[in-house]
């Protein structure tokens, strides 16, 4: 029986451990208490040594990022990256709803380890859910005296708050996101300087994602080695999946990283009945979409799915079976692209326009056969020339479902409707 | 001419000391002050916060611009947003947005005539295991029928 791996998802259902009391009874705040007395260098070596890449989308390893941070004693901020727009992904949700405390206890560790004096929980503005149970998990931690002056008698003093974002994808994007906890419009900005350098308010920050934050509470708990021993050697630990799409019992749940990504279809109750599978989106809807062959050899880590083309992003995994139209689907990624680019570069904005355009007239049944091959041009045009990734994340989809899909765009533009029954115009 | 209840004022006064920097407080203020006008925010209100807080107006202009939940006209007193993203699609997302506009008489992003009701299209409210699924003011409702929805939308109307 294939079966979830539980490190951060463990007590997700049991509802007491929301509340400071309960959290404290399942063993919270120990790892913390433990953590204020090692070398702050030591809790570096062991997240590095983990092998944790950060789970907002880019899966950059987080104790090297850490470790670009002067050695100076200048403030330097920790900023915890609960945008979670990438559409498909619903995991930070259910962590800040069902347990904050367990992200709060591994931010003020992080915030340790890199000797940060402050930190912003920045939450996307619609999940009023989750800022309420962040806002009273951070109220009853101060009360507990695991944030504020002197934490535990360490000398170690933190401060924690939660910034309510307003509706911006592009907030997401780290700069993006300082760019809006400043009180500016969210617009990402040229790198480097990396954050870690000069982030917000020109200081030294780092941002992680809500996962990766709560990971290091796990890893400094267990240690290195025995985080290790889940997952892959290159991709290390367990990972929360967002499965959604046409799966029985869509949800999230925890596997290591390297587990193939038929098993974790059959663990979310597979297809429906009499359903066919047709494509996967593996990593949220940036990522470049699996044909059926390719799915059947995926495995879920980065560097399988790297190997098939695609990524990992940020754990989105949007199951497609055969009732649905790949043009349809390609068109409303396109529409999200085009309406959150932030419009800074040309690249970007133009090129988002016109694959919406091209994407949509095909699907309205007005395209022609030489718009195929245009969309995978403006693509080409669109790609590693801007100030932020949005603007690969709309190209490289694209190119994916017109290459791997040709057949039922081509269809499309020569009946006028889709080549699946039941799809547009058909 | 619009203004601030005094709580409300007292609210912007806090937030400006809250964060490291005061233009952190735009965000904050501009959701308080979309609540008290009735759910949006007009050119009026935006001068007056300049006025309140002591920062330019462009300022807090291009961020109440930029931002996709300040809303720049008037809104129904439910403002449904109905998500139409990938896997809400997959599940009826879309007939379910067709069917709310439909039965309040309304295009997707009209207010209903009499006021309560706003529909939208949104994109991923990362609810996405419980498709199809909208949001409802500060709620999200979830894994929805047109029938369901509708059923909800009258009793949160009888609740107004
Ligand atoms: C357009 C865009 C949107 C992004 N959205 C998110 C997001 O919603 N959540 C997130 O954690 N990271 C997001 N990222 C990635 C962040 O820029 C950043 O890499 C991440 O927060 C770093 O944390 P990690 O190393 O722990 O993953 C986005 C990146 C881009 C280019
Ligand atoms: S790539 Fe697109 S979203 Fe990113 S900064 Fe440029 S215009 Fe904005
Ligand atoms: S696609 Fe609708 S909530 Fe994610």
């Known amino acids: ?426 | 001419m619009f203004e601030l209840s005094e709580e409300g004022k007292q609210f912007v006064k806090k937030e400006l000391e809250r964060y490291e920097d005061r233009y952190s407080a735009i965000i904050p203020s501009l959701y308080r002050v979309q609540k008290e006008n009735g759910g949006w925010v007009s050119d009026e209100c935006v001068a007056y916060l300049s006025q309140l807080m002591d920062l330019p107006e462009a300022d807090i202009y291009e961020v109440f611009k930029f931002y996709t939940m300040f809303n720049q006209k008037p809104v129904g007193q439910l403002h449904v947003q109905v998500c139409t993203n990938i896997s809400c699609s997959m599940n009826g997302g879309r007939e379910l947005a067709d069917h709310i506009c439909k039965a309040y008489n309304v295009k997707s992003g009209e207010v209903s005539s009499d006021g309560k009701v706003t529909v939208s299209r949104v994109e991923c409210l990362g609810s996405c295991d419980t498709a199809p699924m909208m949001q409802v003011n500060d709620r999200y409702l979830e894994n929805l029928t047109p029938e369901s929805a509708l059923e909800q939308l009258k009793s949160l109307e009888s609740e107004l």
């Open chain 1, 1 to 426: 029986m294939i079966t979830e791996t539980k490190l951060l998802s463990e007590h997700y259902d049991n509802p007491e451990f929301k509340g400071i009391e309960g959290y404290k009874k399942l063993g919270g705040y120990k790892v913390l208490g433990d953590a204020l007395k090692m070398d702050k260098q030591k809790i570096i070596d062991e997240v590095k040594a983990s092998g944790l890449r950060g789970r907002g989308g880019a899966g950059f390893p987080t104790g090297v990022k850490w470790g670009f941070l002067p050695k100076n004693d200048e403030t330097r901020y920790l900023l915890c990256n609960a945008d979670e727009g990438e559409p498909g992904t619903f995991k930070d949700r259910k962590m800040m709803e069902r347990a904050p405390h367990q992200l709060i206890e591994g931010m003020i560790i992080s915030a340790f380890a890199i000797n940060s004096p402050k930190s912003y929980i920045y939450i996307r503005g619609e999940y009023d859910s989750c800022i309420e149970a962040c806002e009273k998990a951070i109220e009853e931690a101060y009360k507990a005296g695991y944030l504020g002056k002197n934490i535990l008698g360490s000398g170690f003093d933190h401060d924690m708050d939660v910034y309510r974002g307003a509706g911006a994808y592009i907030c997401g994007e780290e700069t993006g996101m300082i760019s809006s906890l400043e009180g500016k419009k969210g617009q990402p900005k040229l790198k480097p300087p990396f954050p870690a350098v000069q982030g917000y308010l020109g200081k030294p920050t780092i941002v992680n994602n809500v996962e990766t934050l709560a990971a290091v509470k796990y890893i400094i708990r267990d240690g290195a080695d025995a985080y290790r021993k889940h997952g892959t050697e290159k991709s290390a630990g367990t990972k929360l999946f967002s499965v959604s799409g046409n799966v029985q019992d869509p949800k999230t749940v925890e596997v290591p990283l390297g587990m193939p990504l038929m098993d974790l279809i059959e663990l979310c109750g597979g297809l429906k009945p009499g359903r066919k599978l047709k494509a996967v989106i593996p990593g949220g809807s940036s990522a470049p979409v699996l044909n059926v062959e390719d799915c059947a050899k995926a495995k879920m880590d980065y560097e399988s799915l790297a190997e098939l083309g695609s990524m990992l992003g940020s754990g989105a995994v949007i199951i497609i079976d055969d009732s649905n139209c790949m043009v349809d689907i390609l068109a409303t990624i396109m529409h999200f692209y085009h309406h959150e680019s932030c419009g800074q570069c040309t690249p970007c904005r133009e090129g988002t326009g016109w694959l919406n355009k091209i994407v949509h007239s095909i699907a309205k049944g007005d395209g022609r056969l030489q718009d195929i091959d245009l969309i995978t041009k403006v693509a080409e045009h669109m790609m590693g020339r801007t100030i932020c990734a949005l603007s690969d994340a709309a190209a490289l989809p694209a190119t994916s479902f017109v290459s791997k899909f040709r057949d039922e765009f081509e269809f499309f533009v020569r009946e006028g409707r889709s080549k699946v029954k039941g799809g547009l115009n058909a």
